[in-house]
């Protein structure tokens, strides 16, 4: 394979989570073919991703193994910066303060508008926002997390209610989080969170008003002077919630698979 190929499996791969993988791919890529600033880019991107400690000292290790080979890799050094500016500067102090000298070269090698640009400017913002930003910026993050997780279930749902779902490319990821959905909630003792997921957002108000009595009337009746035993209600959709995010990692595993084979066929036919 060319340089250009193992840069275009590692991109595919890392749209998807498969981060453990294009690590590995990117390494073959530097070992069958040599050195590569691309491919460090891949490689340090897909330890960073996995936000470790142990990870992103492997992530540093990269960028700087690509910018020893191109120093002027605008992709190297929004990638470097990025890592740069999320370290902490108590504990790692050298790698904390190298985002200095990487933004200004960054500020001097990038063109205005560039997608090198706008993603320097995207992590500055990020690592110069106060408390109540990163507060902010927390309450949005569950906020996409629960609004991709209603989404999913209305397709899941949508696939109850036609009886399945119809046959889908092995590597469509949405498809494959409602095909393991489907899997998952199979079965007579998972007949009440296929009921759940199908009136989603009915089951939601029930719950909140069954709260709300339960609390109510075990304080009225004088069994407590404060409950919370009324939350328990939730207990089902929280179950269920569970078992879609299961679904949605299941999926991701499945269609990163499908991508290797894939990938493999094309090693195989090639050769």
């Avoid at 250009?4 to 595919?12: K, L, N, S, T, V």
């Avoid at 109510?216 to 995010?245: C, E, F, H, M, N």
């Avoid at 094309?266 to 050769?271: E, F, Y």
Wanted: proline share 4%.
């Amino acid at each position: 394979m060319t340089h250009d190929e193992y840069a275009d499996r590692c991109e595919e791969l890392f749209a998807v989570g498969g981060f453990t993988q294009v690590r590995k791919l990117a390494e073959s890529g530097l070992e069958e073919l040599g050195p590569d600033p691309v491919l460090y880019r891949w490689l340090g991107l897909a330890h960073a991703a996995e936000d470790d400690d142990d990870h992103d000292a492997e992530a540093e290790k990269a960028y700087e193994a690509g910018l020893a080979l191109c120093p002027d890799d605008l992709g190297l050094l929004v990638s470097y910066l990025e890592l740069c500016l999320r370290a902490d500067e108590w504990t790692y102090p050298g790698r904390s303060g190298r985002a200095t000298s990487l933004k200004e070269r960054l500020a001097v090698l990038a063109p205005a508008g560039s997608p090198e640009a706008v993603r320097m400017e995207a992590a500055l913002g990020w690592a110069g926002r106060g408390y109540w930003q990163d507060v902010r910026e927390r309450t949005a993050t569950a906020r996409t997390e629960r609004a991709a997780l209603t989404s999913h279930s209305a397709d899941v749902a949508e696939a109850l209610e036609q009886g399945g779902q119809a046959p889908a490319h092995p590597e469509d990821l949405r498809a494959a989080e409602v095909a393991a959905a489907l899997e998952l909630l199979t079965g007579p003792w998972r007949a009440p969170l296929r009921l759940l997921v199908r009136h989603r957002v009915a089951a939601y108000v029930v719950t909140f008003v069954l709260v709300v009595v339960t609390n109510k009337a075990l304080v009225l009746s004088g069994t407590v002077s404060y409950s919370v035993w009324g939350w328990i209600w939730y207990a089902p959709l929280l179950l269920t919630d569970a078992k879609l995010r299961q679904a949605r990692r299941l999926a991701r595993q499945r269609v990163i698979a499908a991508m290797e084979a894939r990938h493999a066929d094309t090693a195989a036919s090639a050769g």
